[in-house]
């Protein structure tokens, strides 16, 4: 029995978990039946998210793990602790992305940022996968959902560091829906299009509304821009759709955001 999952759960894995979606897809699945771990960085966040948990939905909920997605050693030692704490992990969530709040040019862009962002954006997803797929092929059922953006359907100007890894992990989720579907695996790729109302984004674009006078756009949110929790409920219904209507590619966005200029 797994000591940290002692009535063995189902088990989900939110790798880049921070607030924002992240964290409302885990409260998601919690509510769900599930048990989570959450994989990320910086700890005072990881420890805020898993006793915001607890604290509305009991112990034995969610569990935290100090990840650098840029080293495959890392990853690896943690779904190791993971399966030995909670169990095999059923769902994998990546949801890791890095990116420049203002873009720069590729000539502006240094080598170290390219490097560092697309480890996180696309390296991550290729390791994590293949930690978690040995138990998902054993059990013959698995689903993995990636997180994609605008950028990974197309390259704008100043997001040389951003969009090429975004590219990647849409190419990788194909080819796990390629490789493994018929086993069993359910992979997706869910491409958030446009701003997340999170506390980056979302902060930053109130603050812009509020600068420039643009009131009716602060009293109509939930038409500009995604709520995490909707959101999450996305993530959900991607992993429940019966074998007979996976879906693989699903794109979202706010009713007032733009589609056809970003396709």
Same mark, same amino acid.
């Given at each position: ?27 998601? $699945?919690?509510?769900?039946? $599930? ?43 943690? @779904? ?33 940022? $390219? ?7 696309? $390296? ?14 054993? %059990? ?21 560091? @951003? ?23 359910? %992979? ?76």
């Amino acid at each position: 029995m797994p000591p940290f999952n002692p009535s063995s759960k189902p088990v989900l894995a939110v790798v880049g978990a921070g607030p924002g979606i992240g964290e409302a897809v885990a409260r998601k $699945f919690v509510s769900e039946g $599930f048990t989570v771990a959450l994989l990320a960085r910086t700890e005072t966040k990881l420890q805020e998210m898993v006793s915001s948990i607890a604290s509305d939905f009991g112990s034995h909920t969610a569990k935290y793990y100090i990840t650098d997605l840029r080293v495959e050693s890392d990853i690896i030692k943690t @779904f190791a602790s993971i399966k030995q704490d909670l169990g095999p992990v059923n769902v994998l969530v990546y949801n890791a992305g890095a990116r420049r709040v203002n873009g720069r040019s590729i000539l502006d862009t240094s080598s170290e940022e $390219f490097e560092n962002f697309t480890k996180i954006n696309l $390296f991550g997803a290729f390791w994590s996968v293949k930690c978690v797929l040995p138990d998902m092929l054993a %059990a013959g059922k698995g689903t993995c959902i990636f997180t994609g953006a605008t950028g990974s359907l197309r390259g704008s100007p100043g997001l040389s560091s @951003f969009s090429p890894g975004k590219f990647g992990l849409r190419s990788l989720a194909q080819i796990v829906t390629r490789e493994y579907q018929e086993k069993g695996i359910h %992979a997706a790729h869910l491409v958030v299009d446009g701003p997340v109302d999170g506390k980056l984004i979302g902060g930053v674009t109130r603050r812009k509304w509020e600068r420039e006078g643009e009131k009716e756009k602060l009293g109509e949110v939930e038409m500009r821009l995604m709520q995490p929790t909707d959101l999450a409920g996305i993530y959900w219904f991607v992993h429940t759709q019966p074998r007979s209507t996976w879906t693989h590619e699903l794109d979202v966005r706010a009713q007032k955001e733009g589609m056809f200029s970003k396709l």
